[in-house]
Nanobody
Framework: QVHLVESGGDSVQPGGSLRVSCVAS????????MAWFRQAAGKEREGVAA???????AYADSVKGRFTISKDSAKDTWFLEMTDLKPEDTAMYYC??????????????????WGNGTLVTISS
């Protein structure tokens, strides 16, 4: 059974930086794609960043140049490095995974597994 566990959520001032992590376990196949989604209060869940097993990435326009997705395959851990944070980045951040074959995409309907989320709050 696949488990995804996020961590690193915190309260940060505007302009600050934060890194959230996702540890995966229980995958049967060696390759898969990972993505980060977020959901703000009263809004739909939206894709933020994705990465495939070859390292190709995809980003939402709203975070391009500010957020970076990366992975440590040896540790089955994925990261979302967030810089220049804005109040509108406040949300619950979820990691998600898609079984191979897959590619880096921000389509929540294609994800096979979800974590429970970690809360990121941007406030002065």
């Amino acid at each position: 059974q696949v488990h995804l566990v996020e961590s690193g959520g915190d309260s940060v001032q505007p302009g600050g930086s934060l890194r959230v992590s996702c540890v995966a376990s229980g995958f049967t196949y060696p390759s898969y794609c990972m993505a980060w989604f977020r959901q703000a209060a009263g809004k739909e869940r939206e894709g933020v960043a994705a990465i495939d097993d070859d390292g190709a990435t995809a980003y939402a326009d709203s975070v391009k140049g500010r957020f970076t997705i990366s992975k440590d395959s040896a540790k089955d851990t994925w990261f979302l490095e967030m810089t220049d944070l804005k109040p509108e980045d406040t949300a619950m951040y979820y990691c998600a995974a898609e079984d191979d074959p897959c590619f880096a995409r921000l389509d929540r309907g294609q994800m096979d597994y979800w974590g429970n989320g970690t809360l990121v709050t941007i406030s002065s």
